[in-house]
């Protein structure tokens, strides 16, 4: 499965505060996959984050896809399919959908923009946590 960044920033928040949510529950209910995340998940989370050394040791736990053309081809695929339909994801989002359909994986994520891809016909797979 593939984490998007709301699930991770959730997820974060919850351990930061000591607090049980829903992204700890889906994360003990998980327990024994191997999660990955989008090189451009790294990239939102340093984006927001002012502890880069935090945010760095956070994500250690995970391991990260990096985007290749077939990716890249896949997010042009995306973007056509979601504009043929007057609608599209953000920029980041259309890396992250491609990189879950790419590997065929389902998108952990609450971000119901992705919902989007669903509807226009796209077999991207969602979890909501």
Known sequence: MLLDSSYLIDLEEELAERKFGPAIAFANAHRRSAP????????????GSPDETATRRFLA??????LKPQIAYLAGRLERALSAHGQRLG?????IAATALYYGEPLVTNDHDFARAV???????????
């Not at 990955?36 to 984006?47: C, F, G, H, P």
């Not at 920029?91 to 890396?95: A, F, M, R, T, Y």
């Open 91 to 95: 920029e980041n989002d259309n890396w």
């Open 61 to 66: 736990r995970y391991r990260v896809i990096t």
């Open 119 to 129: 509807r226009a016909g796209l077999p991207l797979k969602l979890l909501r946590y």
């Open 36 to 47: 990955r995340i989008s090189v451009v998940t790294v990239a939102e989370l340093a984006a």
